[in-house]
């Protein structure tokens, strides 16, 4: 692991402020929130940092990182937690999930205030199942640990809000990043929601190594759904570079997107409702 986790944000190769491009959101958490109960010494926090802005990051979490003695994440996400004394930040890799949970299980069991930070919520596609993953498979003594899950706006229903209620009936979320799963599986998913009429967000839609991912996914939803289904491209939601597109299916193509932006294909009942001010896409609650 030399190298790829970080013991400080002095000696890390991508220092906080640095990785993120422009308009890096920083959260500066230097003091704790006057009487806040203090949580015991020696606990692991997986927390989720919202879609992007700071001011959708919930106060449990603005809490537990401001009594953390270290944050542990992937480079960017770190890099959203400004340093201060008392705090070593530790960022890593985003192909090291299993190391990263890992080393801040031991750093919890040494007696340290350890928070994991994933974006959106942890428990989806983050880092909260890779730490009990790592907890499954290590020592007995690591399930005595104080361990919580703080939740946080995931990006599917920032962006669902920022468009309207495009996920206002059922819905599903599927990742399309292949790194921890086939692409076979991938597909066969992509049908079946397809075939049931969900609307559908997709999550890691494109990357520089899955240019074409996303066409795939849309060519599966063509052999299923009619012409007039929508599609939402949410870049970047609740930052100063969020952008919207709303494009029927036809017209969807891969390079639409990026790994900042959310992509949700309604169902077949999904509308759109035009007006000055901007459209706006809802999905009706009932089916008559």
């Not at 002095?10 to 203090?38: E, K, M, N, Q, V």
């Not at 979490?61 to 070593?88: C, F, H, M, N, W």
Request: aromatic share 6%; with cysteine; glycine share 10%.
């Amino acid at each position: 692991m030399a190298g790829r986790i970080c013991r400080d944000a002095r000696t890390a190769r991508h220092p906080p402020g640095r990785g993120c491009g422009r308009g890096a959101l920083f959260l500066d958490l230097a003091d704790p929130r006057p009487g806040a109960a203090t949580l015991s010494a020696g606990w692991l926090a997986i927390v989720g940092l919202g879609p992007g802005a700071a001011r959708m990051l919930t106060p449990e979490v603005t809490e537990a990182i401001g009594q953390a003695s270290d944050v542990i994440g992937y480079i960017p996400y770190v890099a959203r937690v400004a340093p201060r004394a008392g705090l070593t930040l530790h960022p890593s890799d985003n192909r090291v999930e299993i190391d990263r949970a890992g080393h801040a299980l031991r750093l919890a069991a040494a007696g340290g205030r350890v928070v994991v930070v994933s974006s959106g919520d942890p428990g989806v596609f983050a880092m909260a199942a890779a730490v009990f993953e790592a907890l499954e498979a290590g020592p007995d003594h690591w399930r005595d640990l104080d361990i919580r899950v703080l939740p946080g706006i995931t990006a599917m229903l920032a962006a669902s809000a920022a468009a309207g209620a495009p996920l206002g009936h059922d819905f599903c979320a599927i990742n399309l990043s292949d790194n921890l799963k086939p692409w076979d599986v991938i597909e066969r998913r992509i049908a079946l929601a397809a075939a049931a009429d969900f609307a559908i967000a997709f999550y890691n839609p494109r990357s520089r190594a899955r240019p074409d991912g996303l066409d795939r996914a849309f060519a599966v939803l063509r052999e299923t759904c009619d012409d007039a289904r929508p599609v939402l491209f949410a870049r970047a939601v609740t930052t100063p570079e969020q952008r919207l597109r709303i494009v029927p299916l036809p017209q969807a193509r891969g390079e639409m997107a990026d790994m900042r932006t959310m992509v949700i294909i309604g169902s077949s009942r999904t509308r759109l409702i035009d007006r000055a001010a901007g459209p706006l896409l809802y999905t009706p609650r009932s089916i008559s």
